[in-house]
């Protein structure tokens, strides 16, 4: 190796619209069931990472913060998943941004193991397609899989615990798609149980949890008729449907537990008012208190503005579809 390696990638978080939640493989990130997304424009990271012989220790930087040597260790992790494709890697600096609105209270992995993968590829020279990069994204956070790609995207559960047999694939660019999605953040605070906890107490304790796999590839199947047909309604009901149905089997957990708050309740309500006056809008929610609304595009800008007389302008924030990944020059990583 050179004495420098620098590679530059800027890539955005997806939301799932069909949820991902349990590993049949911790070790490796398999998950149980496929999951389908939407990668939106407004939420990104934008990773450097510098390899180099001349350093003494590897470093991790995220918003200009040095951060601790555990954060560092998990990095580490992941970098070493590549050193089978080229051999020990030297020490590494990564500087990250996240460009997620910081009042946002929104999980930032899915764009950061994404990004990281990419930067990583970049540095290294390496040749490897979007899909076969998803595999390495994948073992850093699984929703990281699926922001590989632009648009819908699906991550296929593969098999058995066959690595790269489980991977995302592109399903429509949404680029024709009258879509958007309107977050209400109703608490920025850090969640107090992770989901990769979450989930797994939910897979090992709920009795319900075996009607998860069966849920989702029913519902797994509408969404992708959805997409195909361009039918705007069913995609949203059975999103929202999926969603309630995942935090469902945290409620039968053993001991229950819940993201929910009364907050989330009331902003749910909302986005069932405006059902009720005749909007297209649907309620999803992740591992936080925080509801995302699937609307029309051409409705955003007025349900945002109905939105306004409940909630202040930093709790509202509009996301569209976004791209996939992409390679950044230095000025743009230092034009942040
Ligand atoms: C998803 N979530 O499909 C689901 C829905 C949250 C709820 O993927 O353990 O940070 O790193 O694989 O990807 C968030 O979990 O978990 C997530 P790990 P991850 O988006």
Same mark, same amino acid.
């Given at each position: 190796?050179?004495q420098?390696?620098i590679?530059?990638a800027r890539?955005?978080a997806?939301?799932a619209?069909?949820?991902?939640?349990?590993k049949?493989?911790?070790e490796?990130?398999?998950p149980?069931?496929?999951s389908?997304s939407l990668?939106?424009d407004?939420?990104?990271t934008?990773?450097?990472?510098t390899f180099?012989?001349n350093f003494?220790e590897?470093?991790?930087? =995220?918003?200009?913060q040095?951060?601790?040597?555990q954060?560092v260790?998990?990095l580490?992790?992941f970098?070493? =998943?590549?050193?089978?494709?080229v051999?020990q890697l030297?020490h590494?600096?990564?500087?990250s941004y996240?460009?997620?609105?910081?009042?946002?209270?929104?999980?930032?992995?899915?764009s950061a193991f994404?990004a990281l993968?990419?930067?990583?590829?970049?540095?290294?020279?390496?040749?490897?397609?979007?899909?076969?990069?998803?595999t390495y994204?994948r073992q850093?956070s699984?929703?990281?899989?699926?922001?590989l790609?632009g648009g819908f995207?699906?991550w296929?559960k593969g098999?058995?615990?066959?690595?790269p047999?489980?991977?995302?694939?592109?399903?429509?660019?949404a680029?024709h798609?009258d879509?958007?999605?309107?977050?209400?953040?109703?608490? &920025?605070q850090?969640k107090?149980?992770?989901?990769?906890?979450?989930m797994?107490?939910?897979?090992?304790?709920?009795p319900?949890?075996h009607l998860?796999?069966e849920?989702?590839?029913?519902?797994?199947?509408?969404?992708? &008729?959805a997409?195909?047909?361009?039918?705007f309604?069913k995609l949203g009901e059975?999103a929202e449907?999926?969603?309630?149905?995942m935090h469902a089997?945290m409620?039968?957990?053993?001991?229950?537990?819940?993201?929910?708050?009364?907050a989330?309740m009331n902003?749910?309500?909302?986005?069932r008012?405006?059902r009720?006056?005749?909007?297209?809008?649907y309620?999803?929610?992740d591992a936080?208190?925080?509801?995302k609304?699937?609307c029309?595009?051409s409705?955003?800008e007025t349900?945002? &503005?109905?939105?306004?007389q409940?909630?202040s302008?930093?709790?509202l924030?509009i996301?569209r579809p976004g791209?996939?990944?992409?390679k950044l020059s230095?000025?743009e990583f230092?034009d942040?």
């Amino acid at each position: 190796m050179s004495q420098q390696q620098i590679g530059i990638a800027r890539a955005h978080a997806n939301i799932a619209l069909i949820k991902y939640w349990g590993k049949r493989n911790d070790e490796l990130f398999l998950p149980l069931t496929s999951s389908l997304s939407l990668t939106l424009d407004a939420f990104y990271t934008d990773t450097k990472i510098t390899f180099s012989e001349n350093f003494t220790e590897s470093s991790f930087f =995220l918003d200009g913060q040095k951060m601790p040597p555990q954060e560092v260790q998990k990095l580490q992790r992941f970098v070493n =998943l590549f050193e089978p494709l080229v051999g020990q890697l030297p020490h590494f600096q990564v500087e990250s941004y996240n460009h997620v609105p910081t009042a946002a209270g929104l999980a930032s992995s899915s764009s950061a193991f994404s990004a990281l993968a990419c930067a990583i590829h970049d540095a290294l020279n390496l040749d490897l397609d979007s899909q076969t990069l998803s595999t390495y994204a994948r073992q850093g956070s699984g929703s990281a899989t699926r922001s590989l790609f632009g648009g819908f995207v699906e991550w296929e559960k593969g098999q058995d615990d066959d690595g790269p047999s489980s991977f995302a694939r592109p399903i429509d660019d949404a680029c024709h798609w009258d879509i958007a999605m309107l977050v209400v953040v109703v608490n &920025e605070q850090e969640k107090h149980l992770s989901s990769r906890e979450g989930m797994a107490h939910t897979r090992d304790t709920s009795p319900f949890y075996h009607l998860w796999p069966e849920e989702v590839a029913k519902d797994l199947a509408i969404i992708k &008729e959805a997409i195909a047909e361009k039918d705007f309604q069913k995609l949203g009901e059975v999103a929202e449907h999926n969603a309630m149905k995942m935090h469902a089997t945290m409620l039968s957990a053993n001991p229950s537990f819940t993201y929910f708050e009364p907050a989330t309740m009331n902003a749910m309500n909302a986005v069932r008012q405006l059902r009720d006056e005749g909007f297209l809008a649907y309620i999803t929610m992740d591992a936080g208190p925080n509801v995302k609304i699937i609307c029309k595009n051409s409705q955003v800008e007025t349900i945002h &503005e109905r939105l306004l007389q409940e909630y202040s302008p930093e709790q509202l924030i509009i996301a569209r579809p976004g791209p996939a990944p992409r390679k950044l020059s230095e000025e743009e990583f230092h034009d942040q």
